[in-house]
Structures are given as structure tokens and as C-alpha cells.
């Protein structure tokens, strides 16, 4: 057994009540200083007052003792929502929409994801492989310990497999945890132009056993939206979802409010995605369903959309996350200090607020929270030393690293921007 002490720090964690933190608890966030946690075999055996935790290290033989320096000590960043496994950027694209062309028009002139659909079927698995694993090392850099990637570039079975296979392929060969989700339903691919019900059918019978079969997913998510999915659509993809034991999440009333809150609702979603334009009653819904609003501010930034209605959400009992949502087209961002900047001086989250939405209950929305999210005995010590006294810092220090150091399992694995 390697047992790690580490000691002199500023610990701040959000508390885990074991379910999503909703209402009040959004902002249930201790802090020890001086605090330190004591990590056996990657693992957290005690985290909190140093005091304590000193004497609990008396009964370990302790290999290695780490000072923190008096910084601030946090959870790794869970970023529970991304599309970063693709195999071009789309700079042009991004272009067109700063001249006025707004998204889903790009999409529905055979641009936008079908892009990336026509690049990703061109591409072999290792260009995937390393634009993919490039995308995630600069997140790990950045403090992302977990991640959420999707399928949703391929469109057919065997481009979807493959996807998922690269995204598997990024979990076992680089330190961060991958949590993988099946999205072939992320738009109607251009060979069913005109018959997009064909594609529901291929998907519901086809797609979706394949890739429960193969083992790698444990999501099914759909782009539930004006011009690509339906709610009648989304809502037989997602129960075939279900039913291959995949479980359901929705890209839900991110342009347009077509009633995608109310069906994450319906069919017991882990969580629902962007919800820019959902309404009061399907926020609602969602909150008595014990859905996760999972929020994507960086989105908003990028399609210059009003942000979500988190103050609003949090008032209303729905546990609050957020995710980068890193994707060539609509945000290509793979910075969670910077989702948090946001979160705190745009949707106007107090920083513990923000805090657990980036770490706790971001770890809910991917149903990980058993493992990481918090800094508690029996979690993985996944944990960030800040350049800060608190984690105010990750928002103050607009645009700055205050990431200094990114620990995963109790090993160092990045150093001021750059991964070990
Ligand atoms: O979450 N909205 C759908 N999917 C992504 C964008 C994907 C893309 O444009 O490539 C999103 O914003
Ligand atoms: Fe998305």
C-alpha cells in the first residue's frame, strides 16, 4: 500500500449528501485551513482539519509527504458534458456565424455536425485518436480530472462503434476517467435527408443494440430540437436507450423550447443538457423528477445566446452542474476554470455555488459520484492546488491558470498548463 500525506492547504469541498446537491445544498462547501488529506492507494482515508488528519496519518506508515504551501486545495473538475472527440475544427464555420449566419441554419444547409460527420468518417482511428486525446490533455492541464465524451460524428453503425472505441481508447491511455455516451442521435445523418424517421428506425433497431452490445457507453443522449429530433423522436431513441441499459440524457431546449426539460423529466434522465430556452414548467418537471440541469455557459458565450436561468433553477429545487460542452462547433472550449468564470460572474452562481456545480454535481450528472466530485473518505483523490487563497480565484483570475498543480488518484499528473 502507498499512503500519501498531504498537509498544509486550504481544503474546500463541496459536501456529499448522497444525491445530487439541489436548492440550499448548492452551496454546502467546507473549508479547513490549514486542512490536509491523508490518501492510501489513490484513495482519500481522511480529508479535513489538519489536526485531525494528522492523527489519523499515526496509524500509516507514510511514503511520501506533500506541503501544499498554505493553497487552496479543491476537487478535480468533473466536466460531464463533451463532444471532443472529432477530427477537425471548423474555423470557417465559426466565421460564418460571427457574420450573422445563426447555427442551426449551418446544420441545415449540410454544415455544422455533418461536417464533422463527413470528417470523422474520413479520418483513420489514430488522427481521430489524437486530436481527441490532444483535446483531453489540454482539459487534464487545465483541471479536469473527469470527463463525459459522446459519439455524434459518425451517424452509421460502424463510425459510431468506432467512435466509441477511440473515446475507450482515451480512458485506458491517458490518466483522466472517461465516462462515455452513445449520441448517434445527434442529427439527422445526409443520407436520410427527407426521411429522418428511417433514421429513428435504424438507430431504435440497430444502432442503439450495437452499441449497448459493445460494452463502452453508458449513456444514450439526443440533439431533442426544432429541425433534428422531435420529442416524439427523442423519446423512442431514449427508451430504446433504456431498454439496452443505456441511460438517458437530453441536448434539451438548447435553441428553441420544443419540450425537451419535460421529456427528461418523462423518461428519468440522469441529466439534461444547455435547457437555454426551457421553460418554467419544464424546469419544473425536471426538478420533481430529480434531473440534473447540466449547463454549458460557454455555449451561450460562443452562440452569443442569453445563459441559462441558473439563479432561477437553483431557486426552483434543480440540482445545477456545468460542462465545457467542447465541440468544434458550437464552443470549442475545453477550459472548466473558464465555465466556471462564467458560471459565477454570468449566471450569477456564488463561487461555492459554482463550485459543486463543477465538481459534486457534475459528478451526479454522469452518475460518478460515487468515485469522485468531493474530497471524502472512500473517493479517488482527484484534487487541484490552486495559485489562490479560495477558489474565488478561478473566477477573479479572469483568463489566468490558478490551476498550479492536477492530482489524479493522489499522482501528479500537470504542473502549471503542463501535463507530467
Ligand atoms: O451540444 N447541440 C448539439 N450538439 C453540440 C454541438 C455539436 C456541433 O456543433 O458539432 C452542442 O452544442
Ligand atoms: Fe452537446
Known amino acids: 500500500m502507498t499512503v500519501r500525506l498531504f498537509r498544509n492547504v486550504s481544503l474546500v469541498t463541496p459536501v456529499d449528501h448522497g444525491k445530487p ?5 448548492q452551496r454546502d462547501v467546507v473549508r479547513h485551513s490549514p486542512g490536509a488529506m491523508l490518501v492510501a492507494d489513490g484513495l482519500i482515508v481522511a480529508a479535513g482539519a489538519e489536526r485531525d488528519v494528522l492523527t489519523r496519518a499515526r496509524e500509516f506508515r507514510v511514503d511520501m509527504e506533500v506541503d501544499g504551501g498554505g493553497r487552496c486545495c479543491v476537487p478535480g473538475f468533473v466536466d460531464p458534458h463533451t463532444h471532443a472527440c472529432f477530427a477537425k475544427t471548423r474555423e470557417s464555420e465559426f466565421s460564418l456565424r460571427l457574420s450573422g449566419v445563426p447555427y442551426l441554419e449551418i446544420l441545415k444547409q449540410g454544415g455544422g455536425i455533418l ?10 482511428d489514430d488522427e481521430l485518436f489524437a486530436v481527441t486525446r490532444a483535446n483531453a490533455m489540454r482539459a487534464l492541464a487545465s483541471g479536469t480530472t473527469t470527463m463525459e465524451m459522446k459519439s455524434g460524428y459518425g451517424l452509421d453503425t460502424a463510425s459510431e462503434l468506432r467512435m466509441l472505441a477511440v473515446i475507450d481508447r482515451v480512458r485506458r491511455e491517458t490518466p483522466l476517467d472517461v465516462a462515455i455516451t452513445f449520441m448517434g442521435a445527434h442529427a439527422v445523418p445526409e443520407e436520410f435527408r427527407g426521411s429522418p424517421d428511417a433514421y429513428v428506425d435504424l438507430l431504435v433497431q440497430a444502432m442503439i443494440p450495437a452499441a449497448a452490445d459493445q460494452g463502452l457507453a453508458g449513456y444514450c443522449d439526443v440533439f431533442c430540437e426544432e429541425g433534428v429530433f422531435s420529442v416524439a423522436q427523442s423519446r423512442r431513441i431514449l427508451e430504446a436507450g433504456k431498454k439496452a441499459g443505456l441511460r438517458p440524457r437530453v ?3 438548447e435553441v428553441h423550447d420544443t419540450g425537451g426539460a419535460a421529456l427528461a423529466a418523462e423518461v428519468g434522465a440522469v441529466s439534461a443538457e444547455h435547457l437555454l430556452a426551457a421553460g418554467d414548467a419544464g424546469l419544473d418537471a425536471m426538478a420533481r423528477a430529480g434531473v440534473v440541469a447540466n449547463l454549458l455557459p460557454a455555449t451561450a458565450y460562443s452562440l452569443r445566446k442569453p445563459y441559462a436561468r441558473a439563479r432561477f433553477m437553483i431557486e426552483r429545487g434543480l440540482p445545477v452542474a456545468v460542462a465545457t460542452d467542447c ?6 472550449c475545453e477550459s472548466m476554470p473558464f465555465v466556471f468564470g462564467l458560471s459565477v460572474m454570468q449566471m450569477g452562481l456564488t463561487v461555492e455555488e459554482a463550485l459543486t456545480a463543477a465538481t459534486l454535481n457534475a459528478a451526479y450528472a454522469i452518475a460518478l459520484a460515487g468515485r469522485v466530485g ?11 492546488l490552486l495559485d489562490g487563497e479560495t477558489p474565488a480565484a478561478i473566477a477573479y483570475h479572469a ?22
Open 115 to 124: 461536417s464533422s460527420v463527413r470528417a470523422v468518417r474520413s479520418a483513420t
Open 21 to 25: 446537491s439541489a436548492g440550499e445544498r
Open 374 to 384: 468531493s474530497l471524502e473518505p472512500g473517493k479517488q483523490a482527484d484534487f487541484l
Open 251 to 253: 441536448h434539451a431546449d
Open 399 to 420: 483568463g489566468g491558470s490558478v490551476v498550479d498543480e492536477v492530482y489524479k488518484l493522489g499522482e501528479r499528473v500537470a504542473t502549471r498548463g503542463a501535463c507530467c
Open 327 to 332: 465541440n468544434p462547433g458550437s464552443c470549442y
